[in-house]
């Protein structure tokens, strides 16, 4: 059975930093693309960041990218999102998710989903 377990959410003042984790297990997680994404009440899934398998490749959305850095440590089976210069609209509940074939910005890309940790940026 597989399991994605996020943690590292918090409360943190507008220019803060943050680093959320996502423990994988029940599969072979270096196989799987990762994804990072991000909702807020009354609005969809939004795309933050993916990191491919294998080498790596990263891509991040528009609003985040200089500030997020997104990585993969496959001897733990965690990925990570390193967040910097965090603003109150960084708020949202953040997901993080495995793709069995390759990730995207889409979240029908991914297979498998975490339960999320919220993130709260204060002004």
């Known amino acids: 059975q597989v399991q994605l377990v996020e943690s590292g959410g918090g409360l943190v003042q507008a220019g803060g930093s943050l680093r959320l984790s996502c423990a994988a297990s029940g599969r072979t997680f270096s196989n799987d693309a990762m994804g990072w994404f991000r909702q807020v009440p009354g609005k969809g899934r939004e795309f933050v960041a993916a990191?491919?398998?294998?080498?790596?490749?990263?891509s991040y959305a528009d609003s985040v990218k200089g500030r997020f850095t997104i990585s993969r440590d496959n001897a733990k089976n965690t990925v990570y999102l390193q967040m910097n210069s965090l603003k109150p609209e960084d708020t949202a509940v953040y997901y993080c998710?495995?793709?069995?074939?390759?990730?995207?910005?889409?979240?029908?890309?991914?297979?498998?989903w975490g339960q999320g940790t919220q993130v709260t940026v204060s002004s």
């Open positions: 998710a495995a793709a069995l074939v390759a990730g995207g910005r889409w979240t029908y890309d991914y297979n498998y």
């Open positions: 990191i491919s398998r294998g080498v790596g490749s990263t």
